[in-house]
């Protein structure tokens, strides 16, 4: 032993160390090699399935992101506050209205109740045309998806015609919606 180390010269320990190197690097190699193997197996035959679903969540999620900004009546926003924004909004202006809250519990699902609201005009001689009552009314159901009208009234507001005569187109409305939402 004690020969071959002094036989040993710069160009001699560059081979040994190359060739230590070299065996290091072919076992990374090695270990490279196999891992790509690896993933590329499971790229063809799980990344079909993936990619697939992962598309259809993305479909899902822009659809009820799109769903979510025409809301008007986000998450657990006040549903009276909801009704009155409606009652002002442009071609409707019924103006000032007074409604009446109720929660219905027994819907027949657990974890769910009806958040009920009765609506009358303040003013329940004041009247209003048929345009501006169906124009709230659709306004309702139109901003939330939630949102329905389940019960609508019309009186007359006028004064009292006979029989044969056609009234004015003055009109008083009572109204009830019902907003489904989850309780815990």
């Given at each position: ?77 006040n549903l009276m506050s909801y009704a009155l924004k409606c009652a002002t909004d442009d071609r ?44 709230f009314l659709y306004r309702l159901e139109e901003q939330s998806r939630r949102v329905k009208v ?35």
């Amino acid at each position: 032993m004690s020969a071959f180390l002094q036989k040993l010269n710069f160009a001699r320990v560059m081979m040994l160390v190359a060739l230590l190197f070299s065996a290091v690097l072919a076992y990374t190699g090695w270990n490279q090699y196999e891992t790509l193997s690896e993933l590329k197996q499971d790229l063809e035959t799980r990344m079909p399935e993936t990619a697939k679903g992962l598309e259809a969540a993305g479909r899902r999620h822009t659809q009820l992101a799109k769903n979510y900004d025409k809301e008007a009546l986000k998450g657990e926003q006040n549903l009276m506050s909801y009704a009155l924004k409606c009652a002002t909004d442009d071609r409707v202006e019924i103006g000032e209205i007074d409604p009446q809250p109720s929660v219905d519990k027994n819907t027949g699902t657990k974890g769910i109740e009806d958040q009920k609201l009765d609506i009358k005009p303040k003013d329940p001689k004041r009247g209003y045309t048929r345009l501006r009552i169906a124009n709230f009314l659709y306004r309702l159901e139109e901003q939330s998806r939630r949102v329905k009208v389940t019960d609508v009234e019309f009186t007359l507001a006028g004064p009292k015609t006979a029989k044969h005569e056609v009234p004015e187109d003055s009109w008083t409305f009572s109204c009830q919606i019902t907003s489904r939402q989850r309780r815990d």
